[in-house]
């Protein structure tokens, strides 16, 4: 009556290795290491650099207890792990100086972080610790406010620029193009003009309200204004956050932090969480950098060797870092990097990597007119940071480009990658300032997690202690069941590389909770039975069923509950509500399929099963005068 197949133990026993495998790598602990990133855009981070790591560190007398390469896909880093702190912070100054000729523009950055213990054969088998949040192991909270101001005004230069040439093309005369912080003026010598210009930039400038100045005296100029609609304004305003928010993640794993929480906070600004950073002024330098991307000619007039000593022409100048390089070009870009809409790594026709490139409509329009006539001449893509410019390619003109053209000539497959990446993300669309700073040390994180554990530990002690007193083996049962349904959470919780703050720590005490109120239910129907004279085999069964409905019922207008949170929810609220979730899971789980299995193990298996071990059952008086 009260059997399991066999499949369904084996499940049972799939379930509890995986529990126990992927819950492990939590309490094996993380070493103190060293992260090695490129520091230059145009320099990249490989295998090749782990022999002269060790070399370095061999040369110092620092002894590291292992050193590896890792490519995510997007970034690679080398790491270097260490016995204890005071070797890491030596190991970091010997790195530094060892690895970098200039220490004033140094090629690698090394940075502090932590790198789990965990036995490379679990690794292998994706089994890490989960990462746990700022509020448990401390770290940086910036609050960044990006310049809309700044974002106007590139946009209207950049409108500016436009309009002269489109009434260039269509051989319209103005008397001067200006532009103040707001609005652009078109002055015009007659009426006539006015209007075959005003119908020509309503249909190339939708984004811009497009007005006649008013005519209030006899002397009044003849002018157009645009200025930008609020709605075109709003989405200008969001694009460029967005854009920040992209360029801020490529340049936050580049300092070593696995599970960075970026996301806009109003209009015009950007909350930035870094768990684990222990050098703050580190990550405020890396994420307050502001960086611009511009295509340029390059100048052919320059002949010979290019070097320092070579004679620079007038309205050009040298570039001698990066790709291609060195190389002089002209000052005046063709497009700068704002018209850059997206960039992909792809083969040309030969099947050779290379990157395609999308422009706006206004960047295809200069693009055509800067390549039209410079065809087999080269061409070069710059990053400017920091006053700073790194040729990021420099490439032949095949023919004449526009809006959608591709860079070829990459060499590899990663090489395009890379120079993808860097055109999408490389620049911010506007600088930013940090408004708000705040810095949570690794030892309150520390406290947080040991309070959440003991309370964690204490709840399941209390919980167990009740149940075995209250329904005797079958609170054993439940109790079993409670552990396994907290050995899968966590498993699951580490599987998914979830971030683990303490709204989450609360959800699995809460999950705890609900995860016992159903073996509470269980336990309380096969006493009904009993009381209602039920043999124990028939009692066993009947509670089980019974209280299976009971308990989806409830299980699944909480889990309801928890989606709704996850759904409208951010930050430690969506933790909470993921956890929770996931809790309800593996609750229902535990309660109703691995209860019942250790029951039907332990009582199934008995033909002349008289009674069961689940605690004193009370039965009405058959006395009327008595309770």
């Keep these: 009556m009260n059997r399991y197949p066999l499949w369904k133990y084996i499940v049972i026993l799939v379930t509890l290795v995986f529990g126990v495998l992927y819950t492990l790598p939590n309490f094996l ?24 790591v060790e070399a370095v560190l061999k040369q ?13 896909g997007t970034q690679s880093v080398i790491r270097t792990r260490f016995a204890d702190t005071d070797t890491q912070f030596k190991a970091k100054a010997i790195l530094e100086q060892g690895l970098n000729v200039d220490q004033n523009d140094p090629i690698y950055t090394v940075s502090f972080s932590k790198v789990p213990n965990t036995p490379k054969w679990m690794q292998s088998l994706h089994a890490l610790p989960m990462v746990l949040g700022l509020d448990l192991q401390g770290g940086a909270h910036f609050l960044l406010k990006v310049d809309t101001d700044t974002l106007l005004k590139n946009k209207l230069a950049a409108t500016q620029n436009s309009i002269r040439t489109i009434l260039k093309d269509k051989e319209i005369k103005h008397a001067g193009i200006s532009r ?8 015009f010598r007659d009426v006539e003009t006015r209007v075959r210009a005003r119908e020509l930039l309503i249909r190339q400038f939708p984004e811009a309200a497009v007005v006649e100045t008013p005519a209030t005296t006899a002397d009044a100029e003849i002018a157009l204004q645009l200025s930008i609609k609020p709605e075109a304004l709003l989405n200008l305003q969001n694009e460029g956050v967005k854009q920040n928010i992209e360029a801020l993640s490529k340049r936050i794993a580049g300092i070593g932090v696995t599970e960075p929480l970026i ?32 295509v340029r000619l390059v100048d052919e007039t320059v002949i010979g060797p290019i070097d320092d000593s070579t004679t620079i022409p007038f309205g050009s100048e040298l570039f001698k870092v990066g790709r291609g390089g060195p190389a002089v070009l002209y000052k005046d870009p063709v497009v700068t990097g704002d018209a850059i809409t997206g960039a992909a790594a792809t083969l040309d026709e030969n099947q050779q990597p290379a990157v395609s490139v999308s422009l706006n409509s206004l960047g295809g329009t200069k693009m055509r007119e800067g390549t039209r006539s410079n065809v087999g001449k ?34 590899t497959g990663q090489n ?26 690794p030892q309150l994180g520390k406290e947080n997690i040991r309070k959440g554990i003991h309370s964690t530990m204490y709840g399941f002690a209390a919980i167990a202690v009740f149940m075995i007193i209250y329904y005797m083996m079958f609170g ?70 019974r209280a299976w409905a009971t308990i989806l019922d409830s299980n699944v207008t909480t889990l309801i509950v928890g989606l709704a949170l996850w759904a409208f929810g951010s930050g430690p609220i969506k933790a909470f509500a993921i956890v929770h979730c996931l809790g309800i899971l593996t609750s229902i789980f535990s309660a ?28 009405p008086s058959e006395d009327p005068a008595k309770p």
Excluded: C
């Design 263 to 294: 996301q806009q906070q109003g209009p015009d600004r950007i909350v930035v969480q870094l768990p684990g950073v222990q050098d703050v002024a580190q990550a405020k330098s890396i994420i307050g950098r502001t960086a611009t991307l511009e």
């Design 29 to 52: 602990g993380e070493s103190p290491a060293l992260q090695i990133n490129s520091g230059k855009a145009t320099v990249k981070v490989d295998s090749d650099l782990v022999p002269k």
């Design 476 to 545: 054993f049962f439940s109790v079993t069941a409670l552990a396994m349904n907290l050995l899968l959470l966590v498993g699951i919780l580490s599987t998914l590389q979830a971030t683990l703050t303490l709204p989450g720590m609360a959800a699995i005490a809460l999950a705890l909770g609900m995860a016992i109120d159903a073996n509470v239910l269980i336990n309380e129907r096969i006493r009904e039975e009993l009381r209602a004279g039920a043999t124990p085999q028939h009692a066993i069964l009947q509670g089980f069923d």
């Design 180 to 187: 103040d912080s707001t609005n652009i003026t078109v002055k």
């Design 60 to 72: 110092a007398g620092i002894t590291s207890t292992g050193t590896a390469f890792d490519y995510s």
């Design 378 to 411: 080269r061409m070069a893509i710059v990053l400017f940071e920091k006053g700073k410019g790194e040729l990021l390619t420099v490439a032949t003109i095949q023919q004449q480009l526009g809006a959608d053209f591709r860079i070829t000539g990459m060499g």
């Design 592 to 619: 109703v399929f691995v209860s019942r299995g250790v029951v039907n193990l332990w009582y199934g298996r008995q033909k002349k099963l008289t009674t069961v071990s689940i605690g004193q059952i009370w039965k």
């Design 416 to 441: 395009s990658a890379e120079l993808a990446l860097l055109l999408r993300s490389g620049a911010l669309a506007a600088p930013m300032e940090v408004i708000e700073e705040r810095t949570i040390g």
